[in-house]
Structures are given as C-alpha cells and as structure tokens.
C-alpha cells in the first residue's frame, strides 16, 4: 500500500445519502482494486460503513447537524496527517465539511464548489446541469474533470452486506417465522411531512396485506414510534407490528434483505432497502424520483408529478399536499403487482 492508493472521503450527514455514496466507493474499487478508502462519517453511519467491503475504515467526527466544532475538525486532520492520503473528496458541500482534509494536508482535495471553500478545497469542480441526480454527483468526484457524465451503471449500484447472524437473532427476538411472507412498510421521513404519504393510507394497506396472510413489519427511528403506534391500531391485525425504535439501522438492513418487498416514502430507509436487494415500491410526493431514485433495478416508483411537484419543501407550501394524499392504496397495490410480474417473484406473495 502507498500513499497512491489512500483516499479519504468526508461523507453526507444523512442516511440516505450515505448509502448512496456507496456507488463512489465501488468506483474507486473499480478503477483500482488497491485503493484503500477511509470515511469521515457521524457516529450513527459507522456500522453501515462496515457493511460496505469498499470501506477500509470509518473514521468518526461526532459534531452535531450544521455545528461548526472547528477545534475537533483540526484535532482530527492532525491526527489523520501520519495516513498520508493522496487525495481527499469531500461529499457535503458546506466550507466546514472540507477543514479536515485541509487540516490533514492532504495535496489533492475534491469538491464541488460551495460556500467559501476555495483554498480548502483545491480540486473544485462547478456544479453540472447534467449531474442531476445525487448519486451522479457523488460519481462525478472519483472521475476526472473532463470526463463525461454517463448513465450509472447497475454495477456501481450501493449494496450493503447482510449479516444471516444476525437476521437470525432478529427473527427469534422478534417471533419472525422465516417461512412467512414479510412486507416492511417505512411510513417515515426526517426531512418532512412532504414527503410523507399519510398514515391511514400505510395502515389500509397493512391491513390489506395481513388479510392476505402476509406479515407486516413497520420500520423506523424511536422518534417514528408514535407513527408506527397510529398504523398498527387503525389497520387492527396481529400480523402488523410496530418495530420503529426497536431496531437498529443495521439491523434494518437485515430485516429488509429478508423481506419479500417493503414500501416507502422517499427517505433514507427506501436507499437502505434499494441497498438491501428487497424489491421497493418509493412513493413520492415533494421531492422527485428523478434526483434521488431507489438504486436497484426491483423497484416500482409511485409519483403523480401534479402541476406543483416537485416542490422539495419540508411542509406543502399550498397546503393540501395533493401529491399524497391523491395516491390510492390501490394504486400501491398495483405497483406492488408490477414488481411481483416484472421479477417473476410475488413481493409480499399476494395477489393484487
């Protein structure tokens, strides 16, 4: 191993991002097997890193959402000084985000270009209409700036590693039978309630895929919990269960790849799923499946694009939040139909 071969990369701060980022790690493998890539990530993200065989360590930088905390960015660029990286690629796009490579002297450091980060960053690149996707622009920082941007390829698709360990442990603990169907329905989204499909909806369709002899798990933070509370008792089956805050977000990763299909808004846990293998069904409604669409090839998107959408606002700005509440749970449904004909497969193992 020399210098050469070492990259540092701060990573995103959020759940969805990080996995997606996943697609620039395998890029670097690609180009050369040899490189070793260390992660600057928030505590939450270092088990998902090690879920990811790219990753040769992640390096922890405990500083709150939007705190500046310059003192522990230098203590730790010093520290990462004796690793001699050759290059850095700084994924967020905030001027704090790039101290630590600067503070680690590390000669080549990448970004695009962002709030007063000329001189930390040396390497900076200008935003492209063509990158519009956030996985695109992730990809754009391994390449070289005059390389053109392409379509991502199936083989840089994140895919996080599943530990059957600990499935196990989970299914026990949580009275899982492995021989029963399971769907798992994240109804959460930490950006906004614009990003939410309403509850009643989730909890129609629980009701409709436990009628069917399928299990239902509900997934997400502690914070969701009263979320998953409300889906459970309006959809009133046994088969429905409530696991928000009961789990950990490796272990979601473990549950999802068990599962036969899950349905999600768009947030983090749809990348966690894409990235799991599971066949998803991504229901939108302010942000766009064209900027952050579910990187697998076993998904069915579930978007109305009305007049006012995309939006990307956190709470409707007219509102009426027509782009979800107008979405049927028959037409979830079907999408779950299209993904059980298109893959040959019966997600959930129900018929529509």
Known sequence: MTAADKVLVVGPSWVGDMVMAQALYRLLKERNSATEIHVVAPPWSLPVLERMPEVARGIELAVGHGELALG???????????????????????????????????????????????????????????????????????????????????????????????????????????????????????????????????????????????????????????????????????????????????????????????????????HVAAASGTPVVAIYGSSSPKVTPPLTQAAAVVYLGIECSPCFQRECPLGHLRCLTEISVERVEAALAQLRRSRGARPGRVDA
Not at 200 to 212: I, P, S, V, Y
Not at 230 to 242: D, F, L, Y
């Open 72 to 270: 522990r960015r230098r203590a730790l660029g010093m520290q990462l000084r004796g690793e001699r990286y050759a290059r850095a690629i700084v994924l967020p796009r905030s001027a704090k985000a790039a101290l630590v490579p600067w503070f680690a002297r590390v000669p080549r450091r990448t970004g695009f270009r962002g709030e007063w980060r000329f001189g930390l960053l040396n390497d900076i690149r200008a935003p492209d209409a063509s990158l519009d996707q956030t996985v695109k622009r992730f990809v754009a920082l391994g390449r070289e700036r005059d390389e053109p941007v392409e379509p991502l390829p199936a083989e840089l698709y994140p895919r996080l590693g599943v530990s059957a360990a600990n499935l196990e442990r989970l299914r026990a603990e949580h009275a899982l039978d492995a021989r029963d169907p399971l769907v798992a329905l994240m109804p959460g989204a930490e950006y906004g309630v614009a990003k939410r499909w309403p509850a009643a909806r989730f909890a129609e369709l629980a009701a409709w895929l436990a009628g069917a002899g399928t299990n239902v798990t509900v997934l997400g933070s502690a914070k969701e919990r009263p979320l998953g509370d409300e889906i459970v008792a309006a959809a009133g089956k046994p088969r429905v269960r409530n696991l928000c805050g009961e789990t950990s977000l490796v272990d979601v990763i473990d549950l999802l790849a068990a599962a036969d299909a899950a349905v999600s808004n768009d947030s983090g846990l749809l």
